[in-house]
Nanobody, 124 residues
Framework: QVQLVESGGGLVQAGGSLRLSCAASGRTGSSYAMGWFRQAPGKEREFVAAITWSGGGTRYADSVKGRFTISRDNAKRTVYLQMMSLKPEDTAVYYC?????????????????WGQGTQVTVSS
């Protein structure tokens, strides 16, 4: 069982920046991909970004490319999401997730463990 705890959310004006963190604990396995999804009110959970175990592979949703950067520190078992040039449409609860293995996926059904989420609100 894996536990994930997100932090770093908050209220920011459009054009501002936030950095989310997610710390993993428990039985993550020897290698695992990590990712971020988000869910706005009334909408389905959508893929934001993911990163492979080595950090050498990343993938982003088109809506955040060039503005968000995902990274990880395996020694700390932590994944980060640096968000810049935030827009009101980025407002959502952001969830961290992990998946054993070396591949990354955009389908939330491929991931088994989720954090409790952290609220990001971008005002116009």
């Amino acid at each position: 069982q894996v536990q994930l705890v997100e932090s770093g959310g908050g209220l920011v004006q459009a054009g501002g920046s936030l950095r989310l963190s997610c710390a993993a604990s428990g039985r993550t396995g020897s290698s695992y991909a990590m990712g971020w999804f988000r869910q706005a009110p009334g909408k389905e959970r959508e893929f934001v970004a993911a990163i492979t175990w080595s950090g050498g592979g990343t993938r982003y949703a088109d809506s955040v490319k060039g503005r968000f950067t995902i990274s990880r520190d395996n020694a700390k078992r932590t994944v980060y999401l640096q968000m810049m040039s935030l827009k009101p449409e980025d407002t959502a609860v952001y969830y961290c997730t992990v998946r054993g293995g070396v591949s990354i996926f955009v389908d939330p059904r491929e991931y088994g463990s989720w954090g409790q989420g952290t609220q990001v609100t971008v005002s116009s």
